[in-house]
């Protein structure tokens, strides 16, 4: 296996993972499509008619319905649900830690079955609750003002770790429908327990900015996200997911083309010696070539602008010559873009300080002025190192912690 060369200071590393099997011998079918799902029931014993039957029945009940037990798979016959019990299992993420923000926001530190951490995040609003999803365990690009970016890279997510985040996210907020197939009507109308429907989610959208770089794990990324949008199961709308990326010209018009979700552009700098320092895929493909492959995004346009992430760093990119050489580079490439100010979100041993309150308001008025959107972003979840940029490390510390205190507990009632 050939190991992926990346810019920045890291060993590199083999990043695929070939998903162990598992002890009792059944699979997962957790992230699997429908033609995915056909194939293994095939595989298993099925003929090609009843695949092709059960393998529709099975994905309105996982993705759908978020079913986990054969059991309650109601138009299945009794002896289908016990023959697919014995042979196939539908997973979640193992959830080491669950925080909730003094604003609301959620996070939940993951466990892969191979002893892997990575994080997800939801955070509500009041028009909106979008969870962002992580596509790596770790990160390999380095940006200096990123925690996650502190962290070596230690291999893709599966499609299933993928989509599994949403699928969690959809079980902590009650989302599923419930009773019979169509969403329940005779519920008690004083019951506040979540109700289901195509429009009154309260997961609305995703983003793909959670730990790692989406596009370098390009397939599992697109495969998990087609499983998301299809439209008999989670049936979530390209519109509303948005994948972010540090500046992988090479994938970004595949991405286009194969995924057609929003796009979000991590630029935080506007010079190449500054955004060499910071976000160091910057020294491979660099402002002006990514800004052209931006322009070349497929389907991006007035009504699906892209956004630009812009980190607030004092005395490093937050000068008015620096609003407004963002605003002459927008307009040089003739961009539909909208720029998201992000207040920096401190972490122990970050190297810069966040801009000051003035500083950002003017550096997004003169923004405004050109006719560019320009919203600063309101730091949410900084209380358990939720917000941008933070994930990970601290929760990492967490649960160390407290494998040493469940080692501890442990030697004691040995002894």
């Not at 191979?114 to 009041?126: L, R, T, W």
């Not at 690009?141 to 070596?152: A, D, E, K, V, Y």
């Not at 700098?269 to 070539?289: C, L, M, W």
């Not at 190192?385 to 507990?409: N, P």
Request: net charge neutral.
């Amino acid at each position: 296996m050939r190991a992926m060369q990346i810019p920045g200071h890291i060993d590199p590393v083999p990043v695929p993972r070939a998903v162990t099997p598992r002890e009792d011998g059944r699979i997962d079918l957790l992230g699997l499509n429908k033609a995915q799902i056909r194939s293994v029931l095939g595989e298993a014993g099925l003929d090609v008619k009843q695949a092709r039957l059960r393998s529709k029945q099975l994905f309105h009940w996982l993705y759908h319905r978020g079913e986990t037990d054969f059991e309650r798979m109601t138009d299945l016959a009794k002896p289908m649900r016990g023959w697919m019990a014995e042979r196939f299992v539908i997973g979640r993420p193992t959830v080491v830690e669950a925080q909730v923000s003094s604003d609301g926001t959620r996070k939940w530190l993951l466990r892969s079955d191979d002893g892997q951490d990575y994080e997800m995040v939801f955070i509500p609003d009041a028009d909106r609750g979008t969870l962002c999803v992580s596509s790596q365990v770790g990160c390999t690009l380095n940006c200096r003002f990123c925690h996650t970016g502190t962290m070596r890279l230690v291999r893709n997510l599966t499609p299933g770790e993928i989509v599994g985040q949403v699928m969690l996210a959809r079980d902590a907020l009650g989302e599923w429908p419930k009773g019979n197939m169509a969403a329940t009507n005779d519920a008690d109308e004083d019951d506040d327990t979540p109700q289901y429907s195509t429009d009154g989610r309260m997961l609305t959208n995703i983003v793909m900015m959670g730990m790692g770089e989406p596009l370098y794990n390009f397939e599992n990324v697109r495969d998990a996200l087609k499983v998301v949008m299809d439209g008999d199961g989670l049936s979530l709308s390209k519109r509303r997911i948005t994948l972010s990326t540090s500046g992988v010209v090479p994938m970004m018009a595949r991405a286009g083309e194969e995924i057609g979700v929003n796009l979000a552009v991590s630029l935080h700098a506007v010079t190449k010696d500054i955004r060499d320092e910071i976000v160091p895929i910057n020294r491979k493909y660099g402002i002006e070539e990514l800004l052209q492959a931006c322009a070349d995004y497929p389907g991006a346009n007035n009504a699906r602008r892209i956004t630009f992430e812009y980190v607030m760093l004092k005395n490093k990119n937050d000068s008015d010559e620096d609003a407004r050489e963002l605003v002459r580079l927008i307009r040089k490439y003739k961009l539909p873009a909208k720029v998201n100010l992000i207040p920096f979100n401190p972490w122990p041993g970050a190297p810069y300080e966040c801009s000051s309150a003035e500083r950002i308001k003017r550096f997004s008025d003169i923004i405004f002025e050109a006719g560019i959107s320009a919203p600063v972003r309101t730091p949410r979840g900084r209380d358990i190192m939720a917000a941008c940029g933070q994930l990970k490390s601290a929760s990492e510390r967490k649960s160390r912690a407290e494998l040493d205190r469940l080692a501890e507990e442990k030697l004691a009632a040995l002894g």
